[in-house]
């Protein structure tokens, strides 16, 4: 694709809160990846709420649930994110932007706005257009009302959308036709997307190509690896040599590769190809900052030889430029370390994370990640 990564298609979801945007947006996510059309879904908002909070029960959600700080930092990242997007993307910015955070919508190249009533919709239009974004859907939100699908003459999809409720897909001829929609947009194949990320992996590499070990059913069901196959899975990946990963693993898979393999870099669909960061195990009776790199880690002993180590946010943002020698608790050698699953306060961990853990641990006689119903954090 050469150069045409820098013109893949960012797609602003806007509308107030409560109004659907992050169950329209997951549902738009699970239809593109059903259609096989590669693309990534940024929550720009720092609510905390991934696709985990879709899938989990909103009890479960409300207990891990992180709500973050709108801040400078947070609104520059996440425009130095969307500029340097490696696939196309749709993009949730939440339901309160104030000015200084409209420099996000700069970054997108059109608006899906989803609104209560006329009032929101006009706000929301005013807002977008004064950007300079095109409207690809004007549509109003409702759980009770039936859907109803216009077609502006400028080709802009209006009408009524309804049924947006927190654990439940999208259906009905309104996001269907709004799909279609994408899809036009969203015309890249994998095998191109796939080509110019491989054309741009880091030397001295040998890639394992975990989009495709997913397609094989002993390894994986419903295109997710399967926790009790893991010998299995890493019986496929070559030892001695340095590795990176390409695909979507689980949060578990990334800490035994981190432990068990030389795991050096992995394929993050919003930064690019990223290097596993150096985390340091601290020494015997080292007393460590509260906090490093906006990670909190609480290590537990469950008895002589077992122990489990809590690794949590305190903030909804890591920087991954921050998280070269981090210094991790010390566990004994001879011990078996637990680290929690994927399903932690703010909604999960980056993958570079744990295997950065599971290779400070890597000379424990275990150490691996709690298997979880959810997915891993992606980003």
Known sequence: ???????????????????????????????????????????????????????MAWEHVQAIRFKGEWDAHWVQVVCRDIAARTLPLLV????????????????????????????????????VTQRGLPVL???????????????SEGG???????????????????????????ARLFHFSHDEITHAHLARKPEGVEVVRFDLLVQDAQLAEKSRF???????????????VPIATYGRIPAWLATALGARRDLRWQFDARLGWVRTPHFVMAQVGEQLPALQAGLRFTLKQNNAQSFHLDVSRAEYYLDYSAMEDVRVPF???????????????????????????????????EVRTQNASTPSSRT
């Open 1 to 55: 694709m050469g150069n045409a990564l820098n013109l893949l298609p960012a797609i602003l979801i806007g509308g107030p809160p409560h109004s659907g945007k992050s169950v329209l947006a997951y549902s738009l996510s699970q239809a593109l990846r059903k259609r096989n059309l590669a693309h990534y879904l940024l929550r720009a908002a720092p609510d905390g709420e991934g696709d985990w909070a879709q899938e």
């Open 92 to 127: 949730d910015v939440g339901g309160r932007p104030r000015e200084d955070q409209l420099a996000i919508f700069d970054q997108c190249t059109a608006a899906i706005l989803l609104t209560p009533d006329e009032a929101s919709a006009r706000e929301w239009r005013a807002l």
């Open 137 to 151: 859907a004007d549509l109003r939100s409702t759980l009770t009302d039936r859907d109803a699908l216009l077609l």
């Open 156 to 182: 802009e999809l209006r009408g009524v959308i309804s049924g947006l409720q927190r654990g439940v897909i999208a259906q009905g001829p309104t996001f269907a036709a709004l799909v279609e929609r994408i």
């Open 226 to 240: 399967r926790f009790d196959q893991l010998e299995a899975i890493l019986a496929r990946v070559p030892t001695g």
């Open 331 to 365: 566990v004994p050698p001879t011990a078996h370390l637990t680290i929690n699953g994927p399903d932690t306060r703010a909604g999960g961990l980056p993958l570079w994370v744990f295997a950065a853990l599971g290779r400070a641990y890597r000379h424990c006689a």
